[in-house]
């Protein structure tokens, strides 16, 4: 089928002979260039964008590269730097926890003495219900006021001791991890 559509002179043809000197030399000019460009783009091109949560920036050079290299391409060793990093921010989650801790408990230290505000309208009505033969309904209301300042109290404290309690967990479980995650946030 084939033989049909060609003409005779086509499949007579002979493939032309080529010389190789100056061409090749042209095409390797040609490929060398293109690698000179492309060696000064690749750098460019294989480095993370700055701010990904997958890069860091070397401190000697100011580049960005991936966090998994241990040097830079300027030399420097960024394993070092992102651990020296590292201690940083866990010894001022540390500063900022032992803040929060002083300031709760600078905070609580009226409320546990407005405490014993309470106590006299609950121990009071309570001996004197126990002594007398009948309990009325006023010893029982005198109860009211010292519940309402025992729970008042409660609940304050419960939200004043909250934000230490939620540094106190964050700083239990902060690892290298929670570090990698909030670097870049």
Not at 104 to 123: D, Q
């Amino acid at each position: 089928m084939f033989d049909d559509e060609f003409p005779e002179e086509v499949r007579r043809l002979k493939p032309r002979k080529v010389r190789f000197s100056r061409d090749v030399e042209r095409l390797l000019g040609s490929v060398r260039s293109a690698r000179t460009d492309d060696a000064k783009r690749t750098p460019q091109a294989l480095r993370p964008e700055p701010g990904c949560q997958n890069s860091i920036c070397c401190a000697a050079c100011g580049q960005s590269e991936y966090l998994s290299r241990p040097y830079c391409r300027c030399g420097h060793y960024l394993h070092g730097q992102i651990e020296d990093e590292y201690l940083v921010w866990e010894r001022d989650l540390r500063e900022m926890h032992e803040i929060i801790a002083r300031d709760a408990e600078r905070k609580l230290k009226p409320l546990r003495w407005l405490a014993l505000v309470a106590m006299p309208f609950l121990i009071g009505p309570m001996l004197i219900a126990f002594l007398s033969t009948t309990p009325s309904v006023t010893t029982f209301l005198w109860w009211l006021p010292g519940f309402a300042i025992l729970g008042g109290t409660v609940l304050a404290d419960k939200f004043i001791a909250r934000h230490k309690a939620e540094s106190s967990a964050f700083l239990e479980n902060a690892n290298f991890e929670t570090f990698l995650l909030v670097r870049n946030v």
